[in-house]
Structures are given as structure tokens and as C-alpha cells.
């Protein structure tokens, strides 16, 4: 017999709860579509938009935030694997350089729907065939949102490596020397002196690998993801009406874009003020 439930646990069991309310909360207060003030809210009254059971406002809604969340959460991901790729490419370690360039021609050379798919049932293979070897013979399923994340942080990282290494040889060399002569190691003259002068640089690049990504989300709804264009054709098959859902699904992708090129124009304004001081 199991006891009663530890106080710390019901306690975290709270917080969690407490804190998926919050966050329920606000992407509601916040959802340009279907919040309070959402187009949908105020616009689509009365037709196949309209949001709750009557129409299909709330499912477009939800795959906006998914298609968001998707590109948000791959491209720190993806940074961070470029970034270190790139430290690779410049290694003096040959077997470093050879593995870093290994990985930027599999990736950038295929598909990035086949990627996906190796990812997610290739993986779902192997960690089977490895718990197999344990006795655990349950079927396991690897989650669409997180094989899709990993799928797409790989292609952007590939490419990703080589805009950063771009930059970083646009950088001179010089620049470390003198890290070096002010006493600095190699890791504080990376943070204080190369990354500001990397970012800035690699910016443009980076902004246009940032639009590529935020078209790529579509590939996961291949995999069952309810991101826009699944949920879009969904809404196609049900009501027939393709014109009016596949448009509507080109101008989010649009508006995101859009929002995109704004944010990005003022990062760099703002790395230009950085960069002039």
C-alpha cells in the first residue's frame, strides 16, 4: 500500500498546476485571434471563423501558437548546436574540423522533411530496439512536438554554423591578441570582445534563416502536429471551403513575417547604436 501523498509533493503538485493556469491565462488574454480583443472575437461572428463550437476559430487559433512555439523553441536550440559547430569548423583538431563539416553537408544536403522523418520514427526505432535489449517490450511514441523541434534545430544549426563561421572570419584576428594582451582568457575575450562584434555581424544572415524557419514549422504537421496548415486543412476537408482557409493560413504566415521583420529591424538598429560606441 503507497501512503498518503508527501506534503512537498501536493505542494509542487500546486505550483505546476497553479502555474499551467497562469500561462493558460495569459496566451488567452494575449491571442491576437480568439482573445478578447482577437480578430476572430470581433470579426468572425456568425461565420466558419467564429470562435468556440460554432466555428473554427479556436482550432486556427491554436495552431498559430503551436506554428510560434515551434519556431521559438528551435531557435535557441539551434543557435546553440551552430554556434558550437562553427567553434568546430575553426578547430585546429582535424578530426574536429572533419566531424564539424560532416554534419553541415548531411543536414544542409537533405531534405528537411526526410530529416524530420528520420528523427522522429528513426528514433522511435531505436530507443524501442535499445529497451527491447531490457525486456521492456511497450510500444514507445516520441512526442511530435519535441521530434519536430529537434528535426528543425538540426537543419538550422547546419546552416546556421556556417553564417556564424562567416563571421566569425570577418572578425580579425587581432581582435583575440588583444584579449590576450589585456589579460583576458580565451573565454572572457569570446564573451566581452568577439560575440558582441559576432552578433552584430552575423545578424542579416541569421534574421533570414529565422523567416526560413518560421516556413519550415509546416513540415510538422506531416507528423501529427496541429500547427497552422494541419489545422487549416483540416477545417478544408470539413467545410470544403479551401479558398477561404488556405488563404487565411498564407496570411498568418504573412503576418508573422511581418512581426518578424519588425522585431528584427530593431535588434539591428540596436546592435548598430551597440557597435558605434
Known sequence: MTGPPDKGEVLMDGLFSALGSALAWIVNIIDPLCG??????WFGNSTLLACGDTGWGDEIASGLQITVAVALCTLPVGLLIGFIVALGQQSEDRLLRLASGIYTTIFRGMPELLTLFIIYYGAQIA???????FGYDER??????????IALSVVFSAYCSEVLLSAFR????????????LGLRRGRTMILVI???????ALPGLA??????LKDTSYVSIIGLADILRQT???VRVTKDAFLFYSLACALYLALAIVSSIGIGAIER????QGTR
Do not use: C, H
Not at 140 to 149: D, K, L, S
Open 36 to 41: 478578447p480583443v482577437g480578430i476572430f472575437t
Open 127 to 133: 530507443i524501442q530496439s535499445l529497451l527491447s535489449s
Open 140 to 149: 514507445i511514441e516520441i512526442n511530435a512536438f519535441v521530434a519536430g523541434m
Open 170 to 181: 570577418a572578425i580579425p584576428k587581432g581582435q583575440y591578441e588583444a584579449g590576450d594582451a
Open 195 to 201: 560575440l558582441p562584434q559576432l552578433i552584430r555581424i
Open 208 to 213: 533570414n534563416l529565422w523567416m526560413i524557419l
Open 233 to 235: 486543412g483540416v477545417a
Open 270 to 273: 540596436w546592435t548598430g547604436k
